[in-house]
């Protein structure tokens, strides 16, 4: 029996009922010999003393040492004088010198001597395993009761000290770890001969480890759990379990000896042995009730109420191992009183303990004969289960991914559709885990034959060479059906671990789509034919490349052998068969161009060395043939670029087909040019009188020759010049068709590049260079001249030229060792910038609203914008185009920031790297023309001074935290602001604030970016623009001058401000103590950079400022509470429903009765973080400076950005001036 000392558990649920109780059906004990009852040591009773007639011997650790005592806390040894061997059984253990089995016999040895003496050193042992730094004495053992003893012990705890062997990293506390449950298991195995039926040892133990888990010490609670769990299911409960089987085929033996005894006639029946056979299965019967009181005692008094530990470790070792005690036992623990608890945790918060769930489940749906058992549990779970798919943790979505195919394996009719599909949409997930396990998924349910043998013989009799037609085609429905997702790569790469046999299968795929259908095969539609081959293009090219598509994955790993080999062998594989079969399949889909330029693809995934080493050339004439017959039938661009670039890579050097596949290239582009060259006159010969027929040929021969110039040098044929009649052409007359227009201007783009090439990779003569600047300037005036067209696309096309064309042809064309190409360097005048600028304005910083328009072309539309937006602002970064243009472009930071406002802040973050000076002239300049432009009056610029406040708030956060680095350009923009706001002087008088005074109001956001000591500079150069009547104003409409002063005398000085600072100062302060003092150099570092005097504001000639600078107060918002958050911090929790595990931590005790917990259900959800701090911290992590330089060099680099004059320190601002700004 129990002790008394084990808590009386009062649960009205139904655990506390047989349901929870461990019925076993089989004995729970195992004898040494069963057939020998006589050798049972009779039980001994708690509290009894050992026979006085028994010597007592030595314990394991005393043998160890030859007789030492001694013990030392917190896990160090403690050493006898000779050996130094360790001298406690913690020690032993943590050591793991002697092997366990001796060390376990040894304490049994000493038990059956001394069982209190024995049993001390093993209840030390559980306490020293927490880092508890208390020792339990032999007078605490006799006369103390657990709960006394472990009070004790929790107030000799440190649990700060973060000393806890069982959790502390390391190889030795690794190998601890090992050596604690390897001693419990043969701990257990050994006693269950002898002790431990004597209802001394296993009753104080439980009782121990329910004390222990009751603690609120986290390390007891973790030791006792996972003592109690990890030694009673891996090893405790193991030893049971075997124990068990054990007895149940004796008990089995026993009663089968009784039957056939019984059953004999009365003269042969032997009395004797009937009543040996009935006291032994009595004795097996006591056992197996003692056994299970010990199971449930244990469960009851320890799982019940860890199993929702506020740990999440806890919790996680709890659901794992009651995983493993259902596969151990599932006759006894397998049934839905003990499946509920994992079946409620599975709502758990944390990733970690959900993740044990699913792969406790796992374990027993693997087994198809538990399926039985699991059926009302997957029933009711099923739903749950089907949701963690979309899991916010990727590990615990792809681990119920998998247990949804197990339970999918178990039973087919055990899911429904709607749980299918939302398993089948994650074949398309960016994460590829996930969708590996989704197409598993897939492939189980959809595309894993039933009857291979049946299918093959099908397919023979149907004259195929593969079986896989059928699968095929039910791959391409399901390509069809997935209308939200059109990427054909994901899914096959999601298919490809476990359905590689069916992707690879070509020749299936080509015999679908060459060869007419046979009796009882459906005819492909044209939409399956086009998916088809999308699909087969993908798989030729995962196993060409061998590594993921774009967005799967981090980026190309390293393959390792075998994988090399496959890759090597695919790639061979393919190119053997699509060499023969790629002539055909453009033979018959010539006509369709989606499908051509799919095909095209291929032969970029060829290996070319095969047609010279299998002598394949004819199929190489066959494939240039079915190349060129498509290129003169084709003029769509996305087809053209296909058939360039598969020319391209049959070109390539390396390969001997070079010079066929090059003829045959070159008597194209001679056709093709000449057809050109002939339309192109007999268009401008006709002029206004050209028809469509003219119009088409040109159009069409340009768009082939604009194709392939992109991937091939055709300067020879000097395209420039026809193309360049074009264009001025169209400009003279206007007339010129909007297609043609565009392909020229492109095609004079690629020659133009091309002609740079062949100079850069020669030496060029000085005729060369001349040529070439000659040609690029006449380019760039047409491209200037169409800026004003009145076609959109011919205005936007000559835009990304010009843009292109300024940034090769920039300063930066002759680094690098070619200053020989300064004649080519072009630079942009201001009428060119300002039409650039004004392009901009015009189309891309628009308002959207056309109703009509479809969703996709509004995201077309859009990339468009941003393509033009990111041109232009590249000009701005590398210099190209002066750095206060960008203010237009700043000034729409926030109206456009979903559109825009990634491109803009990082144009922001490069200009900053390259001057500060003048991004923060720029930046100030933005905030201006947002004020003044459109014309306001003064009231109205009064009402506007919100957003704009808004603006410079943003502004501000992007010049990070670091202010010795900011500080040059934050003074400057004070500057430029202060002179900006008095600029002009109100027409009604003095009396009235000047028209721009609310521009400080919007200059106040930057204060708190300034120094201490550049605060002062700053209000005395404000005060030099200010009238002592000004400065005495308190009317509304002088509250922006009031507001900007009262920005810079914050913190600027000491004295009357310390009672306004003191509070939040305190409030900080705990903060600041929690991050640890500043590092000793970094200290000095900004001591020596903050004691710079006041004078470099004010040049040589100024006064000093007296005194020597204190070291000054870095503002950081980061030690500042958001108001949301201590909302929040208040509020309560409104995510968390009743009966979740936040209302079991917080509301309710750890060991309420137990109750059905209804956790928070944590799903793939985004929360909204604090945008401000984010883009502070990115713009200070993204900006890269140069080192600040030493004090001599500042002083002589830093200009002059104020007037000498104002720059002396006002010494009549009295204290009580001070404290009346502070509390306006």
């Known amino acids: 029996m129990i002790t008394s000392e084990l808590p009386v558990l009062q649960d009205s649920s139904n655990e506390s009922g047989a349901a929870d109780t461990v019925s076993l059906s089989v004995s729970v004990s195992e004898l040494e010999d069963p057939t020998d009852t006589k050798g049972k040591k009779k039980r001994g009773r708690p509290g009894r003393p050992p026979a006085a007639n028994k010597k007592p011997r030595k314990s394991p650790a005393e043998k160890a040492t030859g007789g030492a005592k001694g013990r030392k806390a917190n896990g160090v040894p403690q050493t006898n004088g000779e050996g130094g061997d360790p001298v406690t059984l913690f020690e032993v253990v943590r050591m793991g010198k002697s092997a366990m089995q001796s060390v376990v016999d040894d304490w049994i040895e000493s038990y059956k001597q001394d069982r209190d003496i024995a049993l001390l050193d093993l209840i030390n042992f559980f306490i020293q395993c927490s880092g508890c730094k208390g020792t339990v004495r032999i007078e605490m053992f006799r006369n103390m009761q657990n709960a006394e003893i472990i009070r004790k012990m929790t107030e000799e705890f440190d649990e700060d000290s973060g000393d806890y062997p069982l959790t502390m990293p390391g190889p030795l506390w690794k190998k601890f770890r090992y050596n604690f449950c390897e001693f419990i298991c043969v701990l257990i195995r050994q006693c269950q001969y002898s002790i431990i039926y ?52 004796h008990q089995d033996n026993t009663q089968r000896q009784y039957e056939a005894e019984r059953n004999k006639m009365a003269g042969k029946r032997a009395n004797e042995k009937l009543e040996l056979l009935l006291q032994k299965r009595k004795e097996l019967q006591e056992n197996q009730d003692e056994i299970e009181n010990m199971m449930n005692s244990i469960f009851k008094g320890i799982f019940v109420h860890r199993y929702r530990d506020a740990i999440a470790e806890i919790r996680a070792i709890c659901i794992e191992e009651i995983g493993v005690w259902m596969k151990m036992y599932s006759d006894a623990f397998l049934n839905d009183s003990y499946l509920k608890y994992v079946g409620w945790t599975l709502h758990d918060r944390q990733g970690e303990v959900r993740l044990k769930c699913l792969k406790a489940l796992q374990n027993l749906y693997t087994n198809r004969e538990l399926f039985p058992k699991l059926e009302l549990f997957t029933n009711r779970f099923k739903d749950r289960i089907v949701s963690m798919t979309l899991d916010k943790e990727y590990d615990v979505a792809v681990e119920a991914i998998r247990l949804i195919t197990l339970i999918l394996q178990g039973s087919e009719d055990a899911l429904s559709n709607e749980d299918c599909e939302n398993v089948y949409h994650l074949v398309y997930s960016a994460h590829r885990p996930v969708a590996v396990a989704a197409g598993e998924f897939l492939h189980r349910k959809l595309f894993s034959r039933h009857d291979p043998q049946a299918e093959e013989e099908l397919a023979k009799r149907r004259g195929r060479s593969s079986p896989n037609g059928n699968l095929l085609r039910m791959l391409v429905l399901f390509f069809l059906e997935s209308e939200l997702h059109e990427h054909a790569a994901y899914l096959v790469d999601s298919l490809w671990e476990s359905s590689q046999e069916l992707l690879k299968d070509w020749e299936c795929m080509t015999e679908l789509l060459l060869e007419e259908p046979v009796q009882g095969e459906e005819v492909l539609s044209d939409r399956q034919e086009s998916s088809l081959i999308e699909l087969m293009v993908c798989t030729i090219r995962q196993a060409a490349e061998a590594h993921p598509p774009v967005g799967r994955g981090t980026g190309k790993r390293v393959l390792t052998a075998k994988e090399r080999k496959t890759q090597i062998d695919d790639k061979n594989k393919l190119t053997e068969h699509f060499i023969m079969a790629l002539p055909m399949l453009l033979s018959k889909y010539q006509a369709d161009s989606e499908k051509v330029a799919n095909l095209l693809q291929i032969p970029m995934f060829f290996d070319l060395d095969v047609y010279s080493a299998g002598r394949m050339e004819k199929h190489l004439d066959a494939l240039l043939k079915q190349i060129r017959l498509v290129v003169e039938k084709h003029i769509e661009t996305d087809v053209l670029e296909a058939c360039s670039k598969t020319y391209s890579i049959l070109c390539s050097e390396e390969y001997t087909i070079m010079n066929r596949v090059d003829i045959a290239r070159s008597q194209l582009i001679d056709e093709i040019t000449d057809r050109f060259t002939h339309s192109v006159e007999d268009l401008l010969q006709e002029a206004e009188e050209a028809d469509d027929d003219d119009i088409y040929n040109v159009l069409s021969t340009l768009k082939r020759l604009t194709a392939f110039h992109n991937a091939h040098d055709l300067t020879r044929w000097d395209l420039f010049g026809s193309c360049y009649r074009l264009l001025k052409a169209g400009i003279e007359q206007g007339a010129m068709p909007e297609q043609i227009a565009v392909q020229a201007l492109q095609c004079s783009h690629y020659s133009i590049l091309w002609q740079l090439v062949k100079i850069t990779e020669g030496t060029p003569s000085k005729e060369d260079l001349v040529a070439l600047r000659r040609v690029v300037k006449s380019f760039l005036a047409v491209c200037q001249q169409c800026l004003s067209n009145v076609n959109t696309p011919v205005k936007e096309q000559a835009f990304m030229l010009l843009c292109d064309l300024l940034m090769v042809f920039s300063h930066q064309l002759v680094s690098g060792g070619r200053e020989g190409l300064e004649a080519l360097v072009f630079n942009p005048d201001s009428t060119l910038q300002n039409e650039l600028l004004t392009f901009i304005l015009d189309h891309v910083f628009i308002d959207q609203d056309d109703e009509n328009q479809s969703m996709a072309n509004k995201i077309e539309a859009l990339h468009k914008r941003r393509n033009l937006l990111a041109a232009f602002s590249k000009l701005i970064i590398y210099d190209i185009v002066d750095m206060p243009a960008a203010a237009d472009i700043f000034k729409h930071y926030m109206k456009y920031y979903n559109d825009y406002g990634d491109i803009i802040k990082e144009t922001l973050s490069k200009t900053r790297q390259s001057d500060k000076i003048l991004c923060a002239k720029t930046l100030i300049l933005s905030l201006q023309q947002v004020l003044t432009h459109p014309v306001l009056l003064w009231t109205e610029r009064r009402l506007n ?156 000639d100024s006064l000093q400022t007296p005194g020597a600078l204190t070291t000054p107060q870095l503002t950081s918002t980061v030690l500042r509470e958001n108001p949301r958050q201590a909302a929040d911090t208040h509020l309560p929790d409104h995510d968390s429903e009743p009966g979740s595990e936040n209302d079991y931590v917080h509301n309710r005790g750890l060991m309420e009765d137990d109750a059905e917990p209804i956790f928070e259900d944590v799903m793939m959800s985004s929360r909204g973080q604090l945008e401000d701090m984010n883009e502070e911290f990115e713009d200070t992590m993204v900006i890269d400076l140069p080192p600040s330089r030493n004090r001599r060099e500042r002083a002589e680099l830093r200009p002059d950005f104020f007037d000498s004059a104002a720059m002396i320190e006002d010494e009549s601002v009295s204290r009580t001036h001070t404290h009346t700004a502070l509390q306006w």
């Not at 501000?956 to 002087?985: M, N, P, S, W």
Request: hydrophobic share 35%; aromatic share 8%; proline share 3%.
């Open 945 to 1100: 001074v919100s957003g704009i406040k808004e603006l410079a708030r943003r502004f501000a956060l992007t010049f990070g935290l670091d202010q010795i680095k900011t500080r040059e350009a934050v003074a400057t923009l004070h500057k430029d602001g202060i002179e900006f706001a008095f600029k002009y002087q109100n027409p009604h008088g003095a009396e009235f604030p000047p028209p721009n005074l609310a521009f400080l109001e919007v200059l106040s956001e930057f204060s708190s970016k300034l120094l201490r000591q550049d605060k002062k500079t700053v209000h005395s150069y404000l005060e030099k623009f200010m009238s002592e009547s000004m400065s005495e104003r308190r009317e509304d409409v002088w509250l922006p001058l009031i507001s900007y002063r009262n920005s810079l005398l914050t913190g600027g000085e000491d004295g009357d401000r310390m009672s306004v600072t003191s509070g939040a100062s305190s409030k900080t302060s705990s903060i600041r103590s929690k991050k640890g003092r500043t590092p000793i150099h970094k200290s000095k570092r900004i001591e020596e950079e903050s004691s710079v005097e006041a004078s470099w504001l004010r040049g040589n």
């Open 198 to 249: 004597d209802e001394y040892l296993m009753d104080t133990v439980i009782s121990l480890l329910t004390g222990l888990s009751d603690s609120q010490v986290r390390a007891f609670r973790h030791t006792s759990t996972l003592t109690s769990v990890i030694a009673r299911s891996m090893k405790l409960m193991t030893a049971l379990v075997n124990v068990a089987l054990n007895l149940s085929i």
